[in-house]
T-cell receptor
Framework: SQKIEQNSEALNIQEGKTATLTCNYTNYSPAYLQWYRQDPGRGPVFLLLIRENEKEKRKERLKVTFDTTLKQSLFHITASQPADSATYLCALVRDTDKLIFGTGTRLQVFP | KAGVTQTPRYLIKTRGQQVTLSCSPISGHRSVSWYQQTPGQGLQFLFEYFSETQRNKGNFPGRFSGRQFSNSRSEMNVSTLELGDSALYLC????????????FGPGTRLTVT
């Protein structure tokens, strides 16, 4: 069955360092992949979308890579700040298919 | 531009009852999707509506239904509530079909007792 795996354990890093979150998938060939941020008690917020023919995408301090051979996406936050602390979700979709979310990784950035 | 709004924000119901949740998408967005979020299962897709038609459906029982109106507003209904239906129900809107960037509402927290 189709499966999306994100680190279930929280990622704790020091302010100023680069946070790297992983999204692995199996039995799936997504047309594109998205990353969302979710704060407690709130709905997810869209961050970045990367298509299957794109290797890398950047937005300010955020960078996403997409390796369809490894079936993996990496999400980087450079110069992390305590305000970046949240749960980050990856989501995959093929054209006309529904969006499938991973369970998310909680990031904690401490001063 | 106003974001996605959902009403009510919190709801407590008893087993066997039914519930209707409402979602108003961002102005100009024509696609509305619904998700259920629980600690154990994460975010799970319920259904997607575009131009008043259900375009996609997740793996949920028939007790879960929805509809979309001509102004793109959407409602979802859960009949014969079960304890396991307790969850955060999220609505998301996007410009068009095919699940591009989704803009989520704050959710409705449903508790079934």
């Amino acid at each position: 069955s189709q499966k999306i795996e994100q680190n279930s354990e929280a990622l704790n890093i020091q302010e100023g360092k680069t946070a790297t979150l992983t999204c692995n998938y199996t039995n799936y060939s997504p047309a594109y992949l998205q990353w969302y941020r979710q704060d407690p008690g709130r709905g997810p917020v869209f961050l970045l979308l990367i298509r299957e023919n794109e290797k890398e995408k950047r937005k300010e301090r955020l960078k996403v890579t997409f390796d369809t051979t490894l079936k993996q996406s990496l999400f980087h936050i450079t110069a992390s700040q305590p305000a970046d602390s949240a749960t980050y979700l990856c989501a995959l979709v093929r054209d006309t298919d529904k969006l499938i979310f991973g369970t998310g990784t909680r990031l904690q950035v401490f001063p | 531009k106003a974001g996605v709004t959902q009403t009510p924000r919190y709801l407590i119901k008893t087993r066997g009852q039914q519930v209707t949740l409402s979602c108003s998408p961002i102005s100009g967005h024509r696609s509305v999707s619904w998700y259920q979020q629980t600690p154990g299962q994460g975010l799970q897709f319920l259904f997607e509506y575009f131009s008043e038609t259900q375009r996609n459906k997740g793996n949920f029982p028939g007790r879960f239904s929805g509809r979309q109106f001509s102004n793109s507003r959407s409602e979802m209904n859960v009949s014969t509530l079960e304890l396991g239906d307790s969850a955060l129900y999220l609505c998301a809107s996007s410009l068009g079909f095919r699940s591009y960037e989704q803009y989520f509402g704050p959710g409705t927290r449903l508790t079934v007792t």
